[in-house]
Each structure stands twice: as C-alpha cells, then as structure tokens.
C-alpha cells in the first residue's frame, strides 16, 4: 500500500491525441531569459524534440502549445563525415538568453559510425552523443526559431564516448559554465553517470580547466540501491539532467536517477551552499530512514519527489503518472501574488508516461516517444537562518514539498 494517501495534483502541460500522437514532449526544461524580460515573456520550455512549448498568464492544466524549432547542422554534418561518421540527429535544444539579450543555444548531437558501410565486420549501432554550440539565424520573438550549429563544445566525432549529453548553460556570480552528464569512470568501475560544471571563457570556447562533478551516484559504502539503472543486478548508475535554480541563497538541483523507459526512473532534489560545491563534496541528497528495507537494505535511501517504482516508499505517483524524471522548479510570475511583491505559485515540471498510454517494445522499455510533459504544484520554503551543510535530512525535505488534494 502507498504510505502516501492524499493524493498528488499532477497535470497535464499539454493536450496529448493519443490517435494523432499530439500533445507529446519529452524533457521540458525551462528557458532562461535575459533578467530584464523574464517577467514579461511567456513561460517557456525546450527539450529532447526540436520544439519549444509556452504559455501566456498564470499556469493552468493543458495551456501549453508547440511550436518548431529548425536548426541548420551543416557545417558540423561536414566535419563529422571528414572524420568518417555523421549526426544522425539533434537530440536536445536549450536556448540560453544571457543578461545582455543575446541567445545562444546547447545541442546534444547523436553521432553514427560510418565504418560499417565499408566493414562488414563493424558494429552497426555504433552511436554515441556529442554537445554543440548553435547560433540564431533570426529574431523572432520570445524566442529565435532558426538556428545554425557551429561549434563542437564537448566530445567528439572520432572517439566514441560515453554521455555527453543534457548540457545547457548556467550563469552564477558573473561566471559562465555548462552543465552536462559525463561518464565518470573509467577510472571508476563499474559505469558510473554524473552531473558536471564546466567552466566557459564564452559560450563558445572551453575554459582551461577541467569540469567540476556537481552530483554523482553514491559510492562504497553509501552506495544506494535505488539508483540502479537496471533491476536485474547489473551494477550502472547514473544520475541526470541536473536542473539548477537558486533560492534564497541555497542552490536546488533536480535531478533524475534510473532509466527513463522503464518504472525506476524518478525524480530528487539535492542541495548546496555554493553552485561548484566546496572540493571534495557535492550536492546533498535529501535521504530517509528505510528500516522495513523496501530498497532491499535497511540503510537510509534517498527521498524522491516522485517515483513509480515503491508502493511503500514515499510520493509513489504510478496511478497517475509513470517513470516521472527531468525535473525543474520554476516559480510561476505570472500569477497574482508575484506581481503584488510577494512569493508567487511555484511547479515542479516534469516527463512521464500516462498509465494507460506507456506502450512496451520487445525489449521490455517503454516507447520514449510516449512521454508527455506534466506539473505538480509544490511549496518552497527554504529558510535564511540555516546552511545546507547545517540542516538534518528531515529539514531539507521540507524546503521543497509537494502540494496534495
């Protein structure tokens, strides 16, 4: 039984067709606006398509509507096929606006091996994932719908990597960084998934240092059962997405751990004092006690926003949504009370799949191209009095908390 029993409001962003397959978006991440607009332009979220989703006036369930985003990859498709393999597809969009207006866009690129068409013997689905710069290539209003790619920002078109992918800019005390998912081993075995800052000289060009981890799974004797990416034993981990926002001085990462085709994908918060977390350390997690062993130990496990995958364990949502993951909080400024001067509404967004609509491959993962964008309404209250570091986990967890019916 779900020790949860007020129910969670959980809506829907868009109006999904099921038969027509509209209304489906994975990934919503909102987009930041230049600080002197922010509060006159709609709400607005890229994502995994090359589409943008916004709304006008205070949120509401299914007010968000689609619209294209092009973006020209030529000059990028050239360089790969010199280095014999292609960009078979965009797989991500995040404009960044910066506080001058100017727009800059994060693209995370799946490139393929042309080897196969002259060996017989290599792999065919050799693929992996690159981050790209792109520039617009005109001004429309909020946001630029054309855009051309230019610039290859992290991995490669020769080597084949592992992750490289979720990156989007993140300004903090006048410095530039890109926050993206990295493969931490080797040195670290087995495979381990992590959030990293990496610092920018521009947005186009690298600066000389290497990236900084922000969050990663934990590790020896802290290690955390949930963070399994398979169910099965096999022992990768990772953690994703890494959506930063700053509130009252504290640094909120959500974050999503799991596999996003299948019910252990889900959705955390973790914490810092600092945006590049003192050396040594990272963001917090927000853990608590599991002493019935529902993660299959009775050591402290991390208490998530929302999961699909523990009828026992907290914010159990699989009756209304499924494999909830890549979160943002995002204060609603539109709404009455923000433009009055005080706290307006805040929401957590989010990706999932609809219970009744969450089709299985012969592999057992859920069809990706099924998932639909969703919001809950959440209370913020993180105090000025106390340090992340200072703060006990049964604290943290009532800095950010969901709103029932």
Known sequence: MNIDLP?????????????????????????????????SVP??????????????????????QKRKIEVAKD?????????NTKIASIAAIHPYQNRRGEWDMVLALKVESQAANTDANAKQDQSWTVIAHAMPTD?????????????????????????????????????????????????TKPARDGIVAQLMQSPTELANKPPVTLLMPNMGANSLNSELYFENGADFKLVETG?????????????????????????????????????????????APDPSGVWGNTKPEVKYLLQSQKPNWPNYVAEQV???GVPSIVEDKNDMAHRQGGQGTWHLYFAGYAPDDH???????????????????????????????????????????????
């Open 359 to 405: 089709p299985v491959k012969a592999n057992g993962n859920f069809q990706g191209n099924h998932r639909r964008p969703y919001y809950t309404t959440i209370k913020v209250a993180v105090p000025d009095n106390i340090t992340v570091d200072a703060a006990s986990d049964s604290e943290l967890a009532k800095w950010v908390t969901l709103v029932t019916r």
């Open 139 to 187: 001004n429309s209003l909020p946001v630029p719908t054309t855009w051309k790619a230019d610039k290859l920002l992290v991995g490669s078109f020769t080597t084949n990597q592992d992750a490289n992918y979720n990156g989007k800019y993140f300004e903090d005390d006048g410095k530039l960084y890109l926050i993206y998912s990295k493969r931490l081993s080797p040195p």
């Open 322 to 324: 499924i494999a909830p």
């Open 43 to 64: 709400l607005t979220f890229s994502g995994t398509t090359q589409n943008l989703l916004s709304s006008s006036g205070a949120i509401r369930p299914e007010c968000f």
């Open 243 to 287: 959506n930063i926002i700053k509130i009252n001085g504290k640094y909120a990462m959500a974050y999503s751990t799991g596999a996003y085709n299948k019910t252990n994908y889900k959705l955390g918060i973790a914490w810092s004092d600092t945006f590049v977390p003192r050396s040594g350390s990272f963001y917090r997690k927000v853990l």
């Open 7 to 39: 129910r969670i409001a959980i809506e829907p962003m868009t109006k999904v067709n099921v038969v027509m397959h509209e209304g489906y978006f994975s990934d919503p991440y909102p987009i930041h606006f230049a600080p002197k607009i922010q509060d």
């Open 75 to 83: 000059l990028l498709q050239q360089q790969a096929h010199e280095a």
